[in-house]
């Protein structure tokens, strides 16, 4: 028996695999653990187009039965084909909500045919995801889609999150963008992600100091960027370096992560542009597994965003992670970064204000014990507001809400 009432039967649809993305595994898969733990049946149904090496594995994680549905030998056929499969999982669930994490691709078409089909009026509740924004403004402007594809997914969006039962969405832009669209309050439900990481708990010293030793950071002090790179002009972050190395040039930033479409190469030369190699030691993609000794490994973080759309309805699961290991975090105030180091959880400076950006880590570098006592109340926070068991008792108060009331 769940904590609120009984059971719910619960379908996650993912629009592509576990991995390489992290919708589906730092969002999706988190959530349906904390209701899972909860005592609710979640089955996260997922499309493995994209890591097809798990196509037909099935498993239980948690409490959650994971089904990679069997990829066709044929890509071309990927679409029809899952998109079928994926309506008969759900037939046979016959669950009480079926929760569609992202509004456009795989999950997007199976929330918008169960809709069409009729069934969701008699027994399921369709509640679609968004965790960005697709559109005009949004994925549409980072990914080298086709035009007719673009314009599929807008509609999509809007498609899906005007015809569901319920809207989850990742942060108050979205949220602000769905009641724009028509959506009333009362069918929209405010999810902020929880960190990503596999274990995001404070990892031991010794590891932390053996990745220390392996990047020759030894006792320096160490900022860190943690990043994909395209949230921000890749020259912002290396001209505030280029400020707080000339304050402190015994520092160093470590960067962990990649470009999607080469922006890593772009801030590697513009690195080398202004002199700074020997103080950057970037470590590039690392197993999720290791993430946390490795980001551990840092005295502060920063986190810069540029103040664009994307940005604004974006819920950073990486800034999630670096307050969920205490490390402190001088964030520029774009969006949900301001939720996040609210209250002294972090350091808040304007957005593209490189000059308060360099001087907040320099300050951070300096003083250890102003450092620890705001690492620690970003993870206080983290764990009051953000953490997945909190997300999961909001979600089921929601589920809830819509199984009892028609529409």
């Known amino acids: 028996m769940s904590a609120g009432g009984f059971p719910l039967r619960v379908a996650f649809v993912v629009p592509f695999g576990l991995a390489p993305k ?110 960005d924004w697709e559109g005009a403004g949004g994925w549409n402007e980072v990914e080298p889609y086709a035009p007719w594809l673009k314009r599929f997914f807008a509609w999509q969006e809007r498609h899906g999150l005007t015809h569901a039962h319920g809207v989850t969405v990742a942060s108050r ?32 010293h010794e590891d932390v100091r053996a990745w220390r030793v392996k990047l020759g950071l030894g006792e320096r002090p160490v900022a860190l960027l943690y990043t994909r790179f395209f949230e921000f002009d890749v020259g912002r972050p290396v001209c505030l370096w280029k400020r707080v190395v000339d304050a402190c040039p015994e520092a160093r930033l470590l960067v962990v992560g990649r470009g999607l479409h080469g922006e890593g190469e772009t801030f590697e030369a513009e690195v080398r542009r202004r002199g700074l190699s020997g103080t950057v030691v970037g470590a590039g993609w690392v197993a999720p597994s290791e993430l946390p000794a490795l980001l551990s ?17 974006k819920c950073p699961v990486k800034l999630a992670d670096l307050l969920a290991l205490g490390i402190p975090v001088v964030g520029e105030a774009v969006g949900q970064v301001n ?65 009892a009331h028609s529409t």
Not at 342 to 370: F, K
Request: overall charge positive; some cysteine; aromatic content about 8%.
């Open 297 to 313: 490994a840092a005295d502060v973080a920063l986190y810069p965003m540029d103040d664009t759309l994307i940005n604004r309805t």
């Open 173 to 204: 832009a979205l949220e602000t963008l769905v009641w724009s669209l028509g959506v009333p309050p009362v069918r929209v439900c405010y999810v902020p992600n929880g960190p990503g990481l596999p274990s995001p708990g404070k990892p031991s």
């Open 22 to 131: 992290g919708t589906a595994s730092a969002r999706a898969l988190p959530l349906a653990r904390a209701l899972a733990a909860r005592g609710h049946e979640v089955t996260l149904l997922v499309p493995p187009w994209n890591d097809r090496a798990r196509s037909g594995e099935v498993w239980e994680e948690a409490g959650v039965r994971v089904v990679n549905l069997r990829v066709p030998a044929r890509a071309a056929l990927d679409v029809p084909v899952l998109v079928a499969a994926l309506v008969r999982h759900v037939v046979r669930l016959a669950p009480h909500v079926l929760h569609a994490f992202k509004p456009k691709a795989y999950s997007g078409l199976v929330a918008a045919l169960w809709w069409w089909l009729g069934r969701v009026r008699r027994s399921t509740k369709v509640v679609v995801d968004a965790d």
């Open 339 to 403: 939720d996040y180091l609210a209250h002294g959880a972090g350091v808040l400076v304007p957005p593209g204000d490189v000059e308060r950006g360099a001087e907040a880590v320099l300050a951070l570098l300096r003083d250890r014990e102003m450092a620890r006592r705001v690492g620690r109340a970003g993870r206080e926070r983290l764990e009051r507001f953000f953490a997945w068991p909190v997300q999961g008792e909001r979600v089921e108060a929601f589920y809830r809400h819509l199984v």
